[in-house]
């Protein structure tokens, strides 16, 4: 079989389709976990400093050493307050103690004047009072004094024993080894997927390669036996343009090379339309399939008959003509030999008249030699007894004679 183009492997192409589809979908996963294990780091790490808060508090703050904060017996206790917080949790650089009305009371940071109001504070005290904690970026001054680049401000209500918000707190929070940790698990888990999508293309490509291989061998295996068919066979597009041909077609159309063929629509080669079925031909490709016996003229001006069969190839839809298929058989000698045995037929029907005619003639020959036989049998025996009869009446006259 001829195709009109080369067709490349589907393999190949579903195995980067594939890959393709998967690098996203790990892409997508890698990003979901990553920012989801990064999400639970942080609020991990952040609730631990609203209960370090709640629990040194409760130990430490047990007057109000907030609202006293202008006493000089208030500093020790904000002091170890604020210690004791730092001791608990070793990432925190920092701490500022506010009042409820944003005051700085306590701060182990040189540059920060008690007394002063923060109103990043006041901004964030709605949230603060809602949520009793609140998270930003720390400002790169912030940064420069504590030396630490990758800083947080963790911001958390501070309570009584009776669940009253006396005050608020502020830890500069060094979140580097979260930072490093994250990103270990960001390269882990991309390495993990690429990794995987390394093994599943192998796997792919594998099973595909294997799949390819029995297309093939298929594809080759049936247009061997296409081409070898004592049929003739081609294919055309809803355009007309032929896209396959076996070589029995090409025979039938005393073509020598399927390159004479191809690039050229149906209605365009002559040795097809000397056959008449160009209404035929695209009726096929409007969906209407045909059978017929038709005669041509070949080229050295003998006549040959083809039984020509049209199929219309529908698409997925099950409705669009999208191909169609001819199948072409040369009954030129079923034809002949049809003519032969017709005038042997012929031959023999008037052998059999001119033998029966002979015979019917001999028959009467015979008949007429029986009549004339049995005439004279007849004839001699009435002669027979006409002597008989004589020779009685000779014998009676002599005996009178004799008397």
Known sequence: ??????????????????????????????????????????????????????????????????????????????????????????????????????????????????????????????ELRKNGIAIEEAGEGAKEILGKNNLLEIYAVIKDRNGQIIGFIECYFDS??????????????????????????????????????????????????????????????????????????????????????FDKKVWDIKSIMAANIEGLLRGVLTGVPFNKEIKVTRRDASESYLHYRGTP?????????????????????????EKREEEHTKELEEGVAKRTKELQDKIDELEQFQKLTIGREIRMTELKQEMETMEKKITDLEARASQ
């Open 176 to 261: 580097s080894d979260i930072a490093a940790f994250v990103n270990k698990t960001h390269v882990a888990i991309i390495g993990s997927i690429i990794t995987g999508i390394l093994l599943i293309v192998f796997f792919l490509r594998v099973i595909l390669r294997r799949q390819d291989d029995i297309i093939v061998r298929q594809a080759y295996e049936l247009s061997s036996l296409v081409d070898q068919s004592p049929l003739g066979i081609y294919t055309v597009d809803i355009n007309g343009k032929i896209l396959s041909i076996n070589h029995k077609m090409l025979e039938i159309l005393e073509e020598t090379s399927p390159e004479n063929i």
């Open 313 to 337: 190839i529908l698409g997925s839809d099950g409705k669009t003509v999208e191909q169609a298929l001819f199948i072409v058989e040369d009954i030129t000698e079923h034809k002949n030999l």
């Open 1 to 126: 079989m001829y195709p009109n183009q080369k067709t490349k492997p589907v393999g190949r192409r579903a195995l980067i389709a594939i890959a393709i589809v998967v690098i996203i979908f790990s892409i997508g996963i890698s990003f979901f976990f990553a920012r989801e294990s990064e999400r639970f780091f942080w609020e991990a790490r952040t609730k631990s400093v609203a209960q370090e808060v709640a629990e040194v508090s409760d130990h430490v703050l047990k007057e109000n050493y907030i609202a006293r904060w202008t006493e000089a017996s208030s500093t020790p206790h904000l002091q170890a307050f604020a210690q004791g917080i730092e001791r608990e949790i070793p990432t925190i650089a920092a701490v500022r103690i506010f009042t409820t009305d944003a005051v700085v009371v306590w701060s182990d940071i040189s540059d920060i004047s008690i007394g002063d109001t923060e109103e990043d504070l006041i901004a964030l005290e709605p």
